[in-house]
């Protein structure tokens, strides 16, 4: 048992559940851990050699059921989530985006055609999708989306672009969030399709072991088969951010707790002063209070996915999630680099790497501001988004 389950946490998972993660762990340390340091440092990750591999084990759109995907609880995709995300957030981004938003949203809103299409190559990781809501000028107001499809005959015309598109720069299809006469609606667009560009983005500080770019859509033309024809309204798009910020609830506990791991063992093995750091009070008080919260944040994952798997999940529940265990990872991960002292800034400790990447999750799939009035909603009954 790890010494960070307090709580005894692990016994209130089913062995399907254990073996699972056993599972995602053993593949992280075997093709993950070796190599991301260098893939972080170089801002370049092998994505579609790691989705082909991922689509061997079955974890890409492993929550789903039909067209290839595992079907597994809610509880077992997320500790895949957190097993993913201890090698990098980078990583679990990859499977996030992947199942979580493109795949989620063809198998929820899409045609029997479109998800006979997509939905078997993207479960095995041999198409690659991404998922384009956010905007240059519309981030975390996506009601105010700027790109537009408007009808040609039977075809659809998109002109516009989206940012911050995880999976862009080698995507087989995005699922593009337009806006139409009829208010907002889902395409599935191929990225080969003409009038269709992809830039990726460089340069980054923070999750740079993971592929993100602007899409441009510049008089894309589509056929009508191309529109999601479940999906209408904002509802749609933020009902799969609802999907994956679920997932993110677990994973950033995945940094967390290899932050923590990392600094126990620093702290117990680093002489100072004549004896290890971890017999200092000041570094058992942090290593106390980081455990707490890393067994709190556990505890609500837990019960939000088990609240997800008996199909009770509500939105703002997720946003709880989302705001808590982000908010806390990114708190242990940068109280950890104080343990580790100047080495904690090192690339040979993967600490500095998962305190920048958590930065970007603490933004995408919603802010923190976002997620408090999210719950403040909730709790007032009140609106303060416009």
């Not at 990750?45 to 989705?51: G, Q």
């Not at 059921?65 to 957190?82: E, H, N, P, R």
């Not at 659809?156 to 907002?184: C, F, H, Q, Y």
Request: charged share 20%; hydrophobic share 40%; with cysteine.
């Amino acid at each position: 048992m790890s010494p960070l389950d307090l709580l005894d946490i692990d016994a209130s998972l089913g062995e399907e559940e254990r073996q699972i993660r056993a599972v995602v762990r053993q593949v992280v340390d075997d093709r993950v851990r070796p190599h991301v340091a260098g893939w972080y440092e170089d801002g370049q990750v092998p994505a579609r050699e790691l989705a082909r591999e991922f689509g061997k084990l079955g974890l890409l759109g492993m929550h789903l059921t039909g067209y290839g995907c595992a079907g597994a609880s809610a509880v077992a995709y997320g500790l895949a989530c957190l097993e993913l995300e201890a090698g990098d957030s980078g990583v679990r981004s990859l499977v996030s985006v992947q199942g979580s938003l493109a795949m989620y949203a063809i198998w929820r809103y899409g045609s029997e055609e479109q998800k006979q299409r997509w939905l078997p190559a993207m479960a095995a990781g041999e198409a690659i999708g991404s998922f384009g809501l956010t905007e240059p000028d519309h981030g975390s107001d996506p009601a105010s989306m700027a790109t537009r499809a408007r009808r040609d005959g039977d075809d659809w015309i998109l002109d516009g672009s989206k940012m911050w598109i995880t999976n862009a720069p080698i995507a087989d299809v995005a699922v593009i969030w337009a806006r139409t006469d009829e208010g907002v609606r889902g395409f599935a667009v191929p990225m080969d399709t003409p009038g269709v560009t992809a830039h990726e983005i460089r340069h980054k500080m923070s999750l740079r072991a993971s592929l993100t770019g602007e899409i441009s859509l510049d008089g894309v033309r589509l056929p009508a088969d191309a529109r999601l024809p479940g999906a209408t309204g904002l509802k749609a798009p933020l009902s799969c951010l609802t999907e994956a910020r679920h997932g993110i609830v677990w994973g950033a506990l995945g940094a967390a707790r290899d932050c923590l791991e990392t600094a126990l063992s620093y702290a117990t093995t680093r002489t100072q002063f004549g004896r290890p750091l971890a017999g200092f009070q000041l570094t058992q008080a942090k290593l106390a209070d980081m455990a707490v919260e890393w067994n709190k944040g556990l505890l609500l994952a837990l019960h939000l996915g088990r609240l997800a798997d008996a199909g009770s999940l509500r939105p703002e529940q997720v946003s709880v999630g989302k705001l808590n265990n982000v908010r806390e990872a990114l708190a242990i991960a940068r109280q950890c680099r104080t343990i580790l002292g100047a080495n904690g800034v090192s690339g040979e400790y993967p600490i500095m790497r998962h305190a920048n990447n958590l930065e970007s999750v603490l933004t995408y799939e919603g802010t923190s501001e976002i997620h408090q009035l999210v719950i403040g909603q909730r709790l007032t009954g009140l609106s303060a988004f416009a």
